[in-house]
């Protein structure tokens, strides 16, 4: 399962580990408020080539169905899956102004 | 004491913004005192980030983050949120750059006014607009500021663009 | 369409929700390494930008067992790991750190070399971005000729750092390590394809990716990518790999593109002068004549 | 020249006024600014210093240590992991009787890691051997930076120099500083002259072995230098003051102590909002006094006790923890009534821990406390949870 | 089993009975008999461990950790300047809890540069989080080395433990051991459990940061666990006298100070002969008592006040001095005293710095004096020459 | 009857007095290596056995300028000496260390490798003996496979030191170094001349020499320099330099003496079965096949 | 000169220095008491070549007049002189009994 | 308490022969203590050292070197000084190595025996000579403490030696 969002996001004194080791990929916040402008999947164009998946720094694209989605909770925006798809199936759009 | 609460987003120069403030109700006054700073932490750029101006006629001395503002203001306004107002001391405002009106906060266009003056980002026009709003320092103070703290070469398009927003909400 | 480099690694995330900026190298780098080696990895993180952006309780960003070092302890925190997990009968892992090129070439070469002396069986992932980035972009043993950091400003006097990369690559080499190579997260399939083979070898391995920093390099976040192949396709960087004491480079381009080209798209060598250029391009004609002379080729891209 | 700063660019101000000749620089965050300042100090001339990018703190303070021995004035800053990567270093530097300055941006130490500002990376440096200031605010960081080689440098003393500054709070944060002129700082500060240096019309053998019978002098001298200490800085503060027109008060600074009933003790940048609050609780009738701790070592024992001991009760507010014990200020604070005999009630309180937030309620709650007579250790912020 | 034994040996033999997985070793006078005796150990397969050659006490320590994180004893060893290269280190493992166990031998630290046994190193790391024993003969330093892994993994104290040795006089000197057999070590000392680690079942991130929201209950856990110990150490040597016959008394060790006028409170083995001079003194009618603190960390705040609360005074005898003030313990001892309001006179005795010999007479001296009402800090050895 | 070598050094003596073993190797390159560099050298020592039996105050025993740096710190301690000096205005000096083996190949090669990356002006010197022998003969990155030390015991189970040698000569030459250099006491005109010709080149130089430690090593006294010329003749050290980028073998012996020999002479090596100096043996001809591949060759003996 | 024996041997509490800084090549104790052999030139056959001032490690052999000459303060009596010799000019003798 | 200074070279196994006198005096006994340890410090072979026994029958707290001892033991008469009388208590004795007679030490043929019994070092023998002359420990105690802290093979050889010697001085 893909990392995900926890509903527990804080620790009262004795929810605090006694030491520092907590559970691996427990996630608090998001970071799609990072982002200014967000890609957008345009799956008529999608061939579900892979290329944005493989080399998106926050491993927020997956494929299904043949097609690239994307986790916006996680998106930066940064843009890279969109210059990495070659036939262009990838737009980046403003966030919300 | 006036307290400002800038927020950005990391690289948007709030706490340019913040700075050029504390900087501007000091320069040449005896009896004024101000502190600046960001807030601290490992954000990175793209990040939200939060600045504060702290101004006051004596020693300021409370270094901690502001719990109560008298202005909010807010670079970017994806990052306004309605929860912001239990940051806001009585009768304190939030001052937001967009191009859309905000329920209960004041919304300038400052991209418009930046763009107009070449500049990448809005944070001297913000600081215009504070300016403007609360008298706090005066528009030649903050001018001076930014000659003495940006470098030469946009010290002159920050400084049009400044006056520009101070007196658009003098108007 | 199916993608056999996709196909070859783990479908999950390991390296998900971090706080990385928008478009880093970095976060490129050790999230595809740990697709490959899967959750049974032990990752070893030194203080730097990767452990800054993902261990923040109780924001916990890998899904794999990991931990933080020391600044200067990435290699000696690995051979612990790795020495207890077997101590205790553990044979199926892979102890694998992810450090800086300050962490590597600077503070962290003492424990790195003593590792790879005692041929540790682990896998050293250095992510180099240039420059001591977590701390806000300062000069570090890898930081090429020429680039403005924080702490070599570009001035009238002098135009940013003068000295040349270490070469990290060739000093594990020169350790006789069982497997080094170079790499580049521009291409990502080479990057996969070393950290697959080193993940098969026993003892020490390094491996070298350029990983850039739109922060620290002064791109836009959209251009990591890009940028990281033409570091290679310009010649400023190369694809090899070092085994059985034989250096073999895995990707001659057929021309280079052009230096200055790749230089002034980034804000830290904007300020260089036509000689500073020129110097550059002479260092890599050398650096060039040394590994067509001395490395063997074998394409991998 | 008035400018608003922050306190690593102050220090940075006051680094280039004392005309450093090595500078050994190695980032951490919170006293990178400071480093990457002089680096550019260095670039447009406006100082002239070897500039070293070394590749660790420990290789840092070795670097240092090397140039003083070359009769070098030498400069270097650290922090948090820093700082204890270069531990060795410091006993060292300290035992050569090398005049180093460095700034500490006091930041906590791992584990957990935090980069935030609390006090525990310099104070477990406390034996050392160097001598330790706390700054409060940005004017005495700069200043701190001009007059520490001046104490360090004088012969009675010949002991190096840690400027503490609480990180962020203090090194990110900005305020109006006066920087004096090139002229009165050289004016000021001579340039460092020693025997203790490489020197090839007499040559020296250096950082030599003394075996059981001499070591104890050695040790014994190098005391004598941090306490002899105590009064240069006293010296220097007036030189200082005559030259600058800003006078400080020595190991401690008091406030409102005269007639007083409960006193804070601390030290950094807190101070000031104690004295406020101090302030306030006077315009309440109560009592209330600080004492800022200026300087950890040489330790004010007798400006403590002789303050304290007439006091109905004392706190001391630190941001440090001996694991296993209690604050070090107070056990330090607590020996120095001991040895006065003064039986006057304290408590410890230890805050801002990882860069917790000291509020000014906090501290009114410290003056409330002591008034009903609490004693023990108490972490700000946890109540009840257990002892201890 | 009685071997004729050095310091060293013993606690080597100690360490191989507490079956530790992962050994990481460097050497520096006067430690390095213990790992080479743990080499020799795992060469001829009577230790069954991971024995790693690290490239310095920075790796040994970190590699230690490393180890201890992935759920394994582990045991490292060092010594003065080795104890301050890991000094990062230090504080990573006890903030992280991870229960190692490392001996350290007491030696001085440079400038100058000197071999010998003094307590300058570990005292001066009272602030890093482990426990900290010492040591007074080879026997106790073995039962230590048990003892250690026990009270280190408790879960109510999951923190570090070193022991200390002084250098050469007890690390080197050869006394009559007696060795538990293998059986009786292995129910004495179960193996190491944890959820501190690495998990293929459960992952975990470990080590990481912690903000201001939490970072100070994470110190306050810490605390937490060096007090915890208090308890732990008497249970722990309790269970020792069942297994294996001999008796410890947890924090201090009283000699002949139930109707006392004059202690001498010290650490280490000059507590011998401190018993034998007071032994001798109690002949002359002069009612003379000796505290060892076995333990300067969690420090015996209270068991220390008890006992000196109703003599006529008390001298602190360390090796050790905190340069601009006095020595360490004598600091701690005054705090205690402080609080609990005992207001008896006492004074500090500076000795053994660098190796310098502390005599029979130099003890009998020190009770002469506190008899006469000394005060102050004295160095052994010097005197007139200076105030200090 | 002149001698040329003798001619060509100072006939003043710098180390002197020292409390060294009688017949200890380390303390004749110290001494030699002075003689060539003269009055005006300032030597840096870390911990280790020179700085042992030199510097005991008041009996000090080197005639030059002298200091003793952490065990660390040679290499960083050389950078700030340098540094001072030059910003003192002093021109006319050498900055000299002097550093174990343990002192260089582990503890210090963090310092060592960031100097080397400065290019600072010094010469660095490892006189090797092949295990931290100050505090007792323990094994470092320098310890020959095979060899017994405090810490490599010899016994049924294993046999003595079980991995090879670091090459930190290569590995200097690795970062681009301007000059580095192997060396021999037992060649002492060859080291003469290698200290010289480092002595007129800027930037940062590196010698290794061989040092033989007859209480290290299980020799009488009166072996140390005959057991390495030994080490040179049966081929399991050899005489080179880096300079330029290329490598240079400087003497190339006729036909190797036997290793064997060379090995049980040695207390430290008596135990060898002869698997043991079969692998001995093979490794010496793979590294002479890499040599008599890689280096140039000019004779200096 | 060549470094010497002081006088001064002992130093009292003010004659310790302040720091760890003193007199280069100062030496207050000699090493012919390690000695249990003493090499021992034979001037008629030395031809002055110096191979043994150039090995000596403890550089207690000087040329004078041609021939070599040994410093007994120092010399430890290692015996690698004698073995350089080519010529048997140094022989070593019990240094006495 | 009984306290034995031991001279020698580095490598010619003096403090092994403390170590071994104070095993043997501890052996099976309970109310005997003993401590053995060398001089500490930075010696080199062929350096002269110092070892030191203290033997008594309570435990011994004073471990600092002997400032008075009752022998002084020296395996090597280049190491005999006069001055060495200055440390002897009372009463005390010096033990030689020695082919030639010293005014006020006794001196045996120690490398005599010891080529005798093929052993390079005179160590054990002096430790004969001792247990002979001082009655301190018996041979057989000592005998036992070379079986236990010797390796096997020289074993045999060493408690010869220690033997013959010790007869040598109770004859
Ligand atoms: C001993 C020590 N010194 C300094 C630091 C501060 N520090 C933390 S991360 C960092 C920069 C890391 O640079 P690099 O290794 O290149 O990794 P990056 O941040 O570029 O990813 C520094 C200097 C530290 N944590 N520990
Ligand atoms: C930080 C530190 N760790 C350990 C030591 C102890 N130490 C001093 S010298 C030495 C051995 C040096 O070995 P090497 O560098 O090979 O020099 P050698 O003694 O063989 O000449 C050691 C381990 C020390 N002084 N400092
Ligand atoms: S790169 Fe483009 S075509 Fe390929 S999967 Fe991504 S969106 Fe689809
Ligand atoms: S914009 Fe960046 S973070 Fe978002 S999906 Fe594309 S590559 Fe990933
Ligand atoms: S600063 Fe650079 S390396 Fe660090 S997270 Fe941002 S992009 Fe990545
Ligand atoms: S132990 Fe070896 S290296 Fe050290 S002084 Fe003796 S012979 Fe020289
Ligand atoms: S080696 Fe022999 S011949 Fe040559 S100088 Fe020495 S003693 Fe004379
Ligand atoms: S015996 Fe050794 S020390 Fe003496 S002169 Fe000959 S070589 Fe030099
Ligand atoms: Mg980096
Ligand atoms: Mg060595």
Known sequence: MRPHIREKKSFTFTEVPENTSFEAGYLTTVNSGWRSIRPVIDTAKCVGCEQCYLYCPDGVIAIKDGKAVIDYDFCKGCGICAKICKIGAIGMEAERK | ???????????????????????????????????????????????????????????????????????????????????????????????????????????????????????????????????????AVSADNAADAIKGYMPTKIQERNIAALRRAAQEVSE | MS???????????????????????????????????????????????????GFNFPQLCFSNNSIISTFAGTASMLTGVEAGLRAKGYKDFTAVGFAGDGGTADIGIQALSGAIDRNDNIIYICYDNEAYMNTGIQKSGLTPFGAKTTTTPAGANIHGNIRPKKNMFEIAAAHDIPYAATASVGYIADFIAKVQKASQIKGTKYIHVIAPCPTGWGIAPDETVNIAREVVDCGLWYLAEYENGEFTLNHKPKEFTDVESYLKKQGRFKHLSDEDIRIINESRDRKWEHINKTFGYKNSL | MKKFLSGNEAFAEGIRLARPQVISAYPITPQTIVVERLSEMVEDGSLTAEYVHVESEHSALSCAIGASAAGARAFTATSSQGLLYMAECLYYAAGGRFPIVMMNADRSTALPWNIYGDQRDSLSQLDSGWIQAYAENAQEALDLALMSYRIAEDKRVSTPYMANLD????????????????????????????????????????????????????KYKEQEGVLAARKVISETEAAFARTFGRQYTGLTENYLTDDVDYIIVTLGSIAGLCRETADKLRGQGVKAGVVRIRYMRPFPNDEIADVLRNAKAYAVLEKDISFGNEGTVFTNVNSALKKAGAAVNGSNYIGGLGGRNISAADIENIYTDIANGATGVNFIGIGGEDNV
Chains 1, 7 share one sequence.
């Open chain 2, 1 to 135: 004491m006036i307290e400002i609460l800038w927020l950005g987003r990391g690289g948007q120069g709030a706490f340019t913004a913040a700075k050029l403030l504390g900087a501007a109700y000091t320069i040449g006054a005896d009896e004024k005192y101000a502190l600046a700073f960001p807030s601290f932490g490992p954000e990175r750029r793209g990040a939200p980030v939060r600045a504060f101006t702290k101004l006051d006629s004596k020693p300021v001395v409370d270094r901690s983050q502001t719990e109560k503002a008298d202005y909010i203001v807010i670079l970017d306004d994806t990052l306004y949120s309605p929860n912001l107002r239990s940051l806001l001391r009585e009768g304190g405002r939030i001052v937001v750059n967009s191009k859309s009106a905000i329920d209960g906060a004041l919304t300038f266009n400052a991209e418009g006014i930046a763009a107009e003056h070449k500049l990448p980002t809005v944070n001297t026009v913000m600081l215009g607009l504070l300016v403007g709003l609360s008298g």
């Open chain 3, 3 to 53: 993608n056999k480099v996709a196909d070859s690694i783990s479908r999950e995330e390991f390296f998900y929700g971090h706080k990385a900026c928008a478009g880093c190298g970095g976060s490129l780098a050790v999230r595809a390494a740990l697709k490959v080696l899967g959750q049974n990895a032990v990752s070893v993180l030194p203080a730097g930008c990767m452990s800054a952006v």
């Open chain 4, 167 to 218: 990180g962020f709070v203090l090194t990110h944060t900005y305020e109006t500083v006066d920087i004096p002129t090139r002229e009165q700082a050289d004016s000021f500060l001579p340039p460092y002259e020693t025997d203790n240096r490489i020197d090839f019309e007499n040559p020296r053998n250096m950082a030599f072995s003394a075996g059981p019978d001499t070591n104890y002098i050695f």
